[in-house]
């Protein structure tokens, strides 16, 4: 099998760089909020305040879910990635050393 490590590093810092954007993203957008009273003061309007609301929340703790996420990706991308560079040098040693160890 055939690891491309540097392109799994590669993959980890795209994945880094996402959850870094998406941080900020949802820090700005978390900062942002509607004004009481911005659609007029009857019912509906309140009503369609409250709606913009809880999708401004909702969108808001997706975001933090992918920065979750994305910042996972990233760890697991390098983990597997040294995993595979310490394996192959494990066993580049062990052949190394039966080869030294033929008559």
């Known amino acids: 099998m055939i690891v491309d490590t540097d392109l799994l590093r590669m993959g980890a810092d795209y994945s880094n760089s996402a959850a870094s954007i998406v941080q900020r993203g949802a820090a ?8 009481s009273g911005i659609f007029g003061e009857f019912d509906a309007a309140d009503s369609f305040q409250a709606a913009l609301c809880t999708a401004h929340r909702s969108h808001v703790e997706l975001m933090n879910g992918h920065y979750s996420e994305l910042g996972s990706l990233a760890e697991k991308a390098t983990i597997a990635a040294s995993t595979f560079v310490a394996q192959d ?15």
């Open 89 to 103: 040098a494990a066993a580049s040693r062990a052949v190394t050393a039966a080869c030294n160890s033929l008559p």
């Open 28 to 35: 700005q957008f978390a900062a942002t909020q509607l004004r």
